[in-house]
């Protein structure tokens, strides 16, 4: 028998519904991040969240499942579209370095606004083990968007200021330049000892792009 699977976004749930899979969501997002993988189980969602054990697997089926629903709600939280969908009049302007910005500021808000560093530890702590923690991690979230900042790249490629044989290598390399003094030292818990401040971290990031990728126009 086929297990039954979270509720999509094209299924009408009522608002009761919605709560409860919310407050599941919430209860395993913490659950995990506090005990790992293996040390959550469905009783403990459920007794946090609020509901009963078999509404958990109503919903969900099995804690593998809640756990890829809840990564894929974590992601969401980066609202890719409301982020990367609003550089489209920076796009169709051929302002590569506003739209760099503001690509830049998205990760920023997302990173303080979420649970990305303790995210981040628990996939390097389950993923030797249990490969498809990073599968899922990187599916649901990274190479989304990658691909989306990559189109918007190939947008600006077709407005004449970027010049970019792969769009994803130099989209990844761009995000790359900023989590390398933002997210890893946090991580790694190494703090931020003599580390560049964040405003100057973009500047210098969106400099070396436009030196790297930049057209005479972008210049």
């Not at 051929?94 to 990305?116: E, H, N, P």
């Not at 931020?192 to 210049?219: K, L, N, S």
Request: one cysteine or more; glycine letters at 8%.
């Amino acid at each position: 028998m086929a297990r039954p699977s979270p509720m999509s976004k094209t299924t009408r749930a009522s608002p009761a519904a919605e709560r409860s899979e919310a407050a599941i969501l919430a209860a395993a997002r913490a659950l995990f991040l506090e005990a790992g993988y293996d040390g959550a189980n469905l009783d403990q969602v459920a007794q946090r969240a609020g509901v009963a054990r078999q509404t958990v697997y109503n919903r969900f089926g099995g804690k593998e499942a809640m756990f890829r629903a809840m990564v894929e709600d974590h992601w969401r939280r980066f609202g890719r579209a409301e982020a990367l969908g609003e550089l489209r009049g920076d796009v169709l302007a051929g302002d590569l370095r506003a739209a760099l910005r503001r690509i830049a500021q998205a990760l920023l808000a997302f990173l303080d606004g979420s649970d990305q560093i303790a995210f981040t530890r628990l996939v390097i702590a389950e993923s030797r083990r249990l490969p498809w923690v990073a599968e899922t991690f990187y599916r649901l979230g990274k190479d989304p968007a990658v691909g989306s900042f990559a189109h918007k790249l190939e947008m600006l490629q077709a407005a004449g200021v970027v010049a970019c044989p792969d769009t994803r290598l130099a989209a990844r390399q761009f995000l790359g330049l900023i989590q390398e003094f933002v997210l890893w030292p946090q991580v790694m818990a190494t703090g931020e000892r003599e580390a560049p401040d964040r405003e100057r971290v973009v500047a210098e990031a969106i400099e070396m792009f436009v030196a790297r990728y930049g057209t005479d126009a972008a210049r």
